[in-house]
């Protein structure tokens, strides 16, 4: 049990679905993030929430829309999505304003879009 | 700006052997540098971290890392590698001032039996 929790595990969706990624985290965190593994390619950073406002957001395409509604929930809500936006989308949630500790990660969705 | 480097894809090393994982990094001010490991179908887990003091630095399962301020370096080794231990490792550095950590590439560790 890594403290955050991601579901679904596994999802795939049509090019036209509207489908949304959760993330609960249980470590007492107030800053949680969103990042896309993609295959060969490093981590990219989506998507930082800082008490439940976002702090920061990568240049993401609008058919990504990420929802915090409270330090404990991050959601990733996703719409006519395109075949290469098929990765594992991590979450991940740190203490605010420590600088010195990790990021502390979900186990991730895999995400294939047909 | 922050960035992490890892010049190998992947790495291969006997079982018994021990085995080094590179990663350099580019910072302004201090650094805080993190090691993470990556199974298959898991997300990324917390080895270790240097924040300041002694320059090598003990973590999880064994795992150790060398702080090298004039080479900018931070490698990950283990004295004796596991089979086990195969697996995708991350290099990443905190950006100062900001809520952003930076990774490496990744490098596939193999440890062949």
């Known amino acids: 049990e890594t403290g955050v929790t991601q579901t679904p595990r596994h999802l795939v969706m049509g090019m036209t679905n509207k489908k949304s990624l959760k993330c609960e985290q249980h470590l007492g965190h107030n800053a949680m993030y969103w990042y896309k593994q993609s295959a060969k390619k490093p981590l990219e950073l989506m998507f930082v929430y800082s008490l439940e406002e976002r702090v920061e957001n990568n240049s993401v395409p609008s058919r990504f829309s990420p929802e915090c509604p409270n330090s404990s929930h991050l959601f990733l809500h996703l719409h006519t999505l395109q075949p290469e936006d098929s990765a594992l989308y991590l979450c991940a949630s740190s203490p605010r304003g420590r600088e010195n500790s990790p990021l502390h990660f979900g186990n991730g969705t895999r995400l294939t879009v047909t | ?113």
Not at chain 2, 84 to 97: E, I, Q, T
């Open chain 2, 1 to 113: 700006a922050q960035s992490v480097a890892q010049p190998e894809d992947q790495v291969n090393v006997a079982e018994g052997n021990p085995l080094t994982v590179k990663c350099t990094y580019s910072v302004s001010g201090n650094p805080y540098l993190f090691w993470y490991v990556q199974y298959p179908n898991r997300g990324l887990q917390f080895l270790l971290k240097y924040i300041t003091g002694d320059n090598l630095v003990k973590g999880s399962y064994g795992f150790e890392a060398e702080f090298n301020k004039s080479q900018t370096s931070f490698h990950l080794k283990k004295p004796s590698a596991l089979v086990s231990d195969s697996a995708l490792y991350f290099c990443a550095v905190r950006d100062s001032g900001t809520y952003k950590y930076i990774f490496g590439t990744g490098t596939r560790l193999k440890v062949l039996a």
